[in-house]
C-alpha cells in the first residue's frame, strides 16, 4: 500500500486516476484495469480503481453522485472573493505569505512589526530551510500569518502544480487548525512574471474544483489592475 497522501482526499494509500501526480514509484501501484462505469468512494468521493485509504470505505453507483450538470456535488460550499487591497488588511483568521517573495515578505514583517519580525527570524534560524512557519499576529487584523515559500518550475505545466500544492498546503492548515476563513496573494505575477490570467485560473479553478468548506479572499494589491481584472474574469468563468 502506497504511504503516499493522495491531492484529492488528502489521505494515505488512495491511487486513482486523479492523484497520481504524488505518485512516482516505478511499482504497478496503476497497472490494472479501470471500468469508465466504474463506482465512487462514498467517502472520499474519489473512483473506485484502487482505494486503499480505508478498509471500511464502501463504493456506490457514480450517478447517484451526479447532478444534473454531471458535476459532482457537496454539501459543503466554497465562498471566494476577489479584493483589491492589501494583505495585512484583510479580516480574516490566516493571511498567507509566500516566504519566497522577498518583497511581499518584508512589507508583511514591517507591518506586522518588531514582534513578529523577532519571532520570524528566530524560527528561520531553527527550522529547515523553506520551512512552514505560523506566528500568530496581535497587532494585524487576521489572527496569525502562514509563511509558506512557493518555487515556480521551469515547465508551466509543472508550475501549475506547485500552485496547486501551495494552496493545499495551506488549506491543510487553515482547516488543520479549526479556522474558516483565509486569504491569499495572488503569487507569480510580478517578481516570477508568469501571465496573469494562467495564475488567476489556476488559482481560482483548484478553490473551485476542490470545494473548500471555507471563506477565501484573493487579495490583489490596489495598483495591480490587470490582475485584479484577470481574477475577476477567471471567476466569473465557475459558477459560485
Known amino acids: 500500500m502506497s504511504e503516499k497522501i493522495c491531492l484529492k482526499c488528502t489521505k494515505p494509500g488512495h491511487t486513482a486516476r486523479h492523484c497520481t501526480t504524488n505518485d512516482t514509484d516505478s511499482s504497478t501501484d496503476n497497472d490494472f484495469d479501470y471500468d469508465d462505469d466504474d463506482e465512487i468512494c462514498a467517502l472520499c468521493l474519489e473512483p473506485k480503481y484502487m482505494c486503499q485509504v480505508e478498509p471500511d470505505h464502501f463504493f456506490m453507483p457514480m450517478k447517484l453522485f451526479l447532478s444534473d450538470s454531471d458535476d459532482i456535488s457537496s454539501p459543503l460550499s466554497l465562498n471566494l472573493k476577489i479584493n483589491k487591497g492589501y494583505l495585512i488588511n484583510q479580516q480574516v483568521d490566516v493571511i498567507v505569505v509566500c516566504s519566497s517573495l522577498d518583497g511581499l515578505r518584508e512589507s508583511v514583517l514591517r507591518a506586522a512589526g ?3 519580525q523577532k ?3 528566530e524560527a528561520t534560524s531553527i527550522l529547515p530551510k523553506d ?3 505560523s506566528i500568530k499576529c496581535p497587532k494585524l487584523t487576521c489572527d496569525r500569518i502562514l509563511f509558506l515559500p512557493w518555487t515556480p518550475d ?3 505545466v509543472f508550475t501549475e502544480q506547485t500552485l ?3 494552496l493545499l498546503t495551506a488549506v491543510q492548515y487553515v482547516r488543520g487548525e ?5 486569504a491569499f496573494p495572488a503569487i507569480g505575477c510580478g517578481q516570477y512574471g508568469f501571465d496573469a490570467d494562467f495564475i488567476a485560473q489556476t488559482m481560482i479553478n483548484h478553490m473551485k474544483i476542490e470545494n473548500y468548506p471555507l471563506n477565501i479572499t484573493f487579495t490583489i494589491g490596489p495598483k495591480l489592475h490587470n490582475i485584479f481584472y484577470a481574477f475577476q474574469k477567471a471567476k466569473s468563468k465557475i459558477c459560485l
Open 114 to 116: 518588531p514582534c513578529i
Open 119 to 121: 519571532a520570524y527570524a
Open 131 to 133: 520551512s512552514m512557519i
Open 154 to 156: 521551469e515547465k508551466i
Open 164 to 166: 496547486k500544492e501551495f
Open 178 to 182: 479549526n479556522y474558516t476563513s483565509v
